[in-house]
């Protein structure tokens, strides 16, 4: 169950799995078996099910203070091992098993180093950029709600 | 006390099956989607999740179809539902500065840095009913202006008094320092800030405004303005052990509200603003703004203030707040009482008979004086 991740601590590689991991796990279940499709599945063992439970939230007093438990959300999370050996887990939020699977076996591709430049064009480059896309939608959106108040001075005299 | 009791089965059974019908309604409607309810009932969604204290958009959905609109008994399900399900851990503090910003406004500041952004708000509109949503088809999406953004930071406006020193510090952060959780432990007092603001989190925001609006109207006054809220999307992190680093969960939406307070000073600090803090899931202001005035009110011990009002007592506060533990002991009153109210019964039977038997001997000696007087 423990993953041997010293490989990949090494250089920046941490950060970027977890900015694939990351991408993954903001995609809805639509979008990660969309781009799933377009693999070829490769053989794998699961090692840890998909697997729905919670983690407790937490926020800081005041936005910056000591930290208390804000509230629950659910996480759905799977590790998977391929033929070759790469470990690939998946954490994210609501209850899909799909893809939570979906999102370890690609975790576990982006490790190979065949694989890892198909799984960033192919896959998390086009879920960047509908994640970028909806973003900056909402930002444009709000902007447009951007206020100038101005105080009433009375009279003159 | 509530004694259990047998039978009423099939009565029950029945009144289930009923329940549904009436919960489905003319079936010549269309049923409601989880989509439908999650999307165009946000409000109530966001409200089920932090009184239910637990984020899914879709169970609360869930929650809220079967539940036929109740949301105290939508919440009620989804607490029931958590238990169900295994705790993996706890997410790091979300960081509400880096929150994608849909609303952010400032009762206080009109210039602040980043500016004042309305974004989806009731306020403002004259509150008439809108009969064009009536119509059978209100299908296209409402037109929306756009406009560049600039992508400026948005500090808190807590912050920015802070440089001045006329804004109270958050409380020192103790990374190691334990993290009171009510899912784990019950409530017990006296109760730190931590425990608090977890309860008034996933607090009924009826009982919350009230408290709030209590304290407005002079019990335990606390002057508040509305220093900041904000209402957007902040990354859940979660550090996974396995893995050696912190995962990106998602995001969720969260509302917060910096309340500023009046002054505090001794002699050994000069006076400043003090704070009252709210967070809640989704978009739920009322209650985030609630939950601020109720916490800053709570805080009068720390800040040498008296107590004199509702709203400081903690105790009462934090037993009285949770909904679900409310609706619960409330609502048991429905349940027989039969072998609780024959107790009664024999007692207030025993009662009257020695009031008679009282009142009986006093009237026979009343008259026998009267006769003797005669």
């Known amino acids: 169950m423990t993953e041997n991740s010293s490989q990949s601590n090494t250089d920046g590689t941490v950060e970027a799995r977890r900015k694939v991991m990351a991408t993954l796990a903001a995609a809805s279940p639509e979008a990660v078996a969309e781009r799933y499709e377009t693999l070829s ?51 994210a939020l609501g209850r899909n098993k799909t893809k939570a699977l979906q999102s370890a076996v690609i975790d576990a591709l982006w490790q190979t180093s065949d694989g890892r430049d198909k799984i960033e064009m192919d896959i998390i480059r086009p879920l960047n950029g509908s994640q970028s896309t909806a973003k900056e939608t909402v930002k444009q959106e709000t902007e447009a709600t951007k206020v100038n108040f101005f105080t009433m001075v009375r009279g003159d005299n | 006390m509530y004694v259990a009791v047998k039978g009423g089965e099939k009565a029950i059974r029945n009144a289930h099956k009923l329940t549904a019908k009436r919960r489905r309604g003319d079936t010549s409607v269309p049923s409601l989607t989880l989509e439908q309810i999650a999307q165009q009932l946000s409000h109530a969604v966001a409200r089920v999740m932090g009184e239910g204290s637990l984020y899914d958009e879709t169970l609360a959905a869930l929650a809220i179809k079967q539940a036929r609109g109740d ?102 952060s103790d990374e190691t320092a334990p993290v009171g959780d009510l899912t784990r432990e019950p409530l017990s007092f006296p109760a730190d800030r931590d425990l608090r603001l977890q309860n008034l989190a996933r607090g009924d925001e009826g ?44 995001t969720i939406k969260v509302t917060e509200c910096q309340m500023i307070n009046q002054f505090k000073g001794s002699a050994k600090t000069a006076p400043t603003f003090t704070r009252g803090y709210g967070l809640v899931f989704g978009q739920v202001e009322r209650k985030a703004m609630s939950m601020a005035m109720v916490d800053r009110s709570m805080r009068f011990e720390e800040l040498g203030e008296e107590q004199v009002a509702p709203a400081q007592d903690v105790e009462f506060v934090l037993s009285h707040s949770d909904n679900i533990q409310a609706t619960g002991f409330v609502e048991h009153l429905k349940l027989p009482h039969y072998v609780d109210f024959q107790a009664e019964l024999v007692l207030v039977r025993q009662m009257r008979a020695e009031w008679f038997e009282k009142r009986r001997q006093e009237e026979d000696s009343g008259d026998a004086a009267q006769e003797a007087a005669e």
């Open chain 2, 71 to 172: 949301l105290i008994e939508a919440a009620f399900l989804m607490r029931a539902y958590r238990t169900t399900l295994p705790r993996f851990g706890y997410s790091k503090p979300v960081d509400t500065a880096e929150m994608l910003v849909e609303r952010r406004i400032s009762a206080t500041y009109k210039d602040l840095p980043g500016g004042q952004v309305l974004g989806p708000t009731f306020d403002y509109s004259h509150r008439l009913l809108d009969f064009a949503l009536a119509a059978e088809d209100d299908s296209a999406e409402p037109a929306v202006e756009t406009s560049p953004p600039e992508d400026v930071a948005m500090p808190r406006v807590t912050d920015l008094l802070g440089d001045e020193g006329l804004m109270e510090p958050d409380p020192v």
């Open chain 2, 207 to 250: 009982f919350l405004l009230a408290l709030a609006y209590s304290t407005q109207r002079g019990y335990g006054r606390t002057h508040p303005f509305a220093g900041e809220i904000r209402y957007g999307e902040v990354e859940v992190e979660f550090f996974a052990e396995e893995l050696g680093f912190a995962v990106t969960l998602g």
């Open chain 1, 41 to 91: 599945p490769p053989d794998y063992d699961l090692v840890r099910q998909p697997e729905t439970g919670l983690v407790m939230v937490r926020g800081r007093m005041g936005g910056t203070g000591s930290p208390f438990n804000l509230g629950e959300v659910t996480v759905t999370r799977c590790v998977v091992r391929l033929r070759t050996g790469e470990t690939g887990s998946s954490y």
